[in-house]
């Protein structure tokens, strides 16, 4: 017995050792500097937000002002943004009109975006200019708010950085945030100092005590990087797969190392990111679980194979005649291959087959975007009478005399379903596994091979710079699903005309069915430009059959260039004005998108 309380003893004063080391440790990581400043440059936001309303927006002093705003909004970003993400994003999203769906309503655009537009564009009447400043102080302000109200944790300190640094690689290496003025090259150099100036005040004694060598590099690439810009600042010239693969690439690489090394948090599976990627552009540098329904996150092997089973199946329609595969076919990138699909009939329906390639990565489906979720995309095609024509509480058992499929289900689901949801659930839980991220691209990108031509270089650059291709086609995903918190996919109205003789606009209104607003009439979702060169015919109505077609449509303006009436148009430009060989350059880019699943 006295043996035993010994021994019982020799544990607790280890665990208490153990948790006095641990407090030790977590007192050593002091996160006040850092919080410090967040809020003091929130505030000096709020200081220069006030000195731009003491300016019309035509006077020289109001491009000077909103420079400086920027900058302090900057630096303070990560924090608010991650504290508030949807202010945060309003505050520094594009200047297009907002719909929201629960009142819905149409609010006109407001942030600092929409005054860009009014001090660089000009042509805004006094009071509109002054009640966009008013309107953007008060999302600053609330921004003010939660960053004095919420403490930075070692939790909300990691994902803002990760957040921030995807907005480099991701907005501000295509302009996203200052399409008009084009400042985001020089604020990236803001973003990487602030970046540096939190870690040395917070974090940094922690990571040298443990690999000096990490942190040396760390602080080595970063300055590395803000020179780079230093000596190359030219919005339109400027280097990004350069910059992208060997000074971006390299810090995000030293930042999950310092994250793991400091060992104060460790990331759940359901951010999008998986923090533990090195880079932006891995296999694994997204989480299909977050974007997946929260009731099929964790889908067994089993469940997939079913769901792959079910997907070449004709029995599951009402004529036994269409599967998923009828217009998803894997040897065509998952489309047909035709202009617009054909239906149940043997005549054809209204839009273009999408390819379901990385079709997981998405907060919207159908072209039109009207499904939010995987699921109720695929119920879709279920109810539709032009398809499978079935409903959703019905189960066929036509699919039965397959008899493999009672073990199956039996295994999935512990018996055979009757209704028609738990099938939709393991189909999708299939489509969800096609998914491809090691295509030319994305190999030299990492590094891992270096075989990019000039062409396809100056075709990334132009793709991410003057093009504005990325600024809806957002990278590393390439399509519209914003970064960095992936929670809604973009849609736009580009004015898409009936035939390639653009003489004429289409007359399918797309997402305006759904509400019946007129800034919604014309309005697709933004796709995914992975595989690309696989998946002619191109746009919603398979207008076009080559990508030469599309970047002429594109380089005149869109409808509007080509002198359609389109008031409620979002493209980020009038016209491109690319050289023929510019236009060569992004489509041999885009054919580096291709991937084999």
């Known amino acids: 017995m006295n043996q035993y309380k010994y021994w019982l003893l020799v544990v607790m004063v280890f665990l208490v050792s153990c948790k006095e080391n641990h407090d030790k440790q977590e007192k050593k990581v002091n996160f006040e500097k850092a919080h410090k400043f967040y809020s003091d440059h929130i505030n000096q936001s709020l200081v220069?937000?006030?000195?731009?309303?003491?300016?019309?927006?035509?006077?020289?002093?109001?491009?000077?002002?909103?420079?400086?705003?920027?900058?302090?909004?900057k630096k303070a970003e990560p924090f608010a943004a991650c504290l508030s993400p949807e202010v945060g994003h309003q505050a520094n999203g594009p200047a297009l009109p907002f719909f929201t769906d629960d009142t819905q309503r149409v609010l006109s655009p407001i942030g600092l975006q929409k005054i860009e537009e009014s001090i660089y564009e000009g042509g805004v009447p006094e009071n509109v200019y002054q009640e966009e400043i008013k309107l953007t102080k008060g999302l600053l302000y609330v921004l003010k708010k939660a960053i004095d109200k919420r403490?930075?944790?070692?939790?909300?300190?990691?994902?803002?950085?990760?957040?921030?640094?995807?907005?480099?690689?991701?907005?501000?290496?295509?302009?996203?945030?200052?399409?008009?003025?084009?400042?985001?090259?020089?604020?990236?150099?803001?973003?990487?100092?602030?970046?540096?100036?939190?870690?040395?005040?917070?974090?940094?004694?922690l990571i040298i005590d443990k690999n000096k060598k990490l942190n040396d590099e760390f602080v080595v690439n970063v300055r590395e990087a803000v020179k780079y810009i230093a000596n190359h600042p030219d919005f339109i010239t400027f280097d990004r797969f350069t910059y992208t693969r060997d000074y971006l690439n390299p810090i995000t690489r030293n930042w999950v190392a310092i994250r793991k090394a400091s060992d104060l948090w460790e990331p759940s599976e359901y951010y999008p990111f998986n923090f533990d990627a090195p880079t932006f552009f891995e296999e694994d540098s997204f989480n299909k679980k977050y974007f997946a329904e929260p009731n099929n996150r964790t889908p067994s092997e089993a469940q997939i194979a079913l769901g792959e089973k079910l997907f070449f199946d004709k029995n599951l329609s009402k004529n036994n005649d269409m599967s998923c595969v009828t217009c998803h076919a894997p040897s065509k990138a998952y489309i047909d291959g035709i202009k617009v699909s054909k239906d149940n009939q043997g005549g054809f329906q209204l839009r273009n087959t999408p390819t379901l390639i990385n079709s997981a990565f998405q907060k919207a489906f159908f072209l039109d975007g009207r499904s939010t979720t995987l699921e109720s995309q695929i119920t879709g095609v279920f109810i539709n009478s032009k398809e499978f024509d079935v409903t959703v509480h019905q189960f066929s058992t036509d699919i039965l005399k397959d008899s493999s499929y009672v073990k199956d289900f039996k295994k999935v689901f512990g018996n055979v379903p009757s209704k028609n949801t738990d099938i939709i659930k393991a189909i999708s839980s299939y489509v969800a596994t096609l998914n491809g991220f090691s295509s030319k691209f994305d190999k030299n990108i990492r590094g891992e091979e270096n075989t990019y031509t000039e062409s396809e270089k100056r075709g990334y650059n132009l793709f991410m710079g003057k093009a504005l291709c990325a600024t809806c086609h957002f990278m590393p995903l390439t399509n519209g699903t914003v970064p960095p918190f992936f929670n809604q996919t973009e849609k736009e109205v580009i004015g898409v005309p009936k035939t390639n003789k653009n003489k004429e606009l289409d007359d399918d209104f797309g997402f305006y069915t759904m509400y019946k607003e007129p800034i919604h009439k014309g309005m697709f979702k933004t796709p995914t430009?992975?595989?690309?060169?696989?998946?002619?015919?191109?746009?919603?109505?398979?207008?076009?059959?080559t990508l030469e077609e599309v970047m002429d449509f594109y380089n005149k303006g869109g409808g509007a260039g080509l002198g359609f009436d389109l008031p409620h148009q979002t493209l980020p430009f009038d016209e491109l004005n690319l050289s023929e060989q510019e236009i060569k350059d992004i489509i041999a880019f885009m054919k580096t998108l291709t991937d084999v699943i």
């Open 48 to 73: 220069y937000i006030d000195s731009l309303a003491m300016y019309s927006n035509d006077d020289s002093m109001a491009k000077e002002i909103f420079k400086k705003l920027r900058i302090e909004f």
């Open 151 to 205: 403490e930075l944790t070692p939790q909300r300190f990691f994902v803002a950085t990760h957040q921030q640094l995807m907005r480099v690689v991701s907005l501000a290496m295509a302009g996203f945030d200052t399409p008009v003025s084009q400042l985001s090259i020089q604020e990236t150099a803001v973003s990487l100092n602030s970046l540096l100036y939190v870690y040395q005040n917070s974090i940094q004694q």
């Open 529 to 545: 430009l992975r595989n690309i060169e696989l998946t002619a015919p191109y746009m919603h109505n398979g207008v076009y059959n």
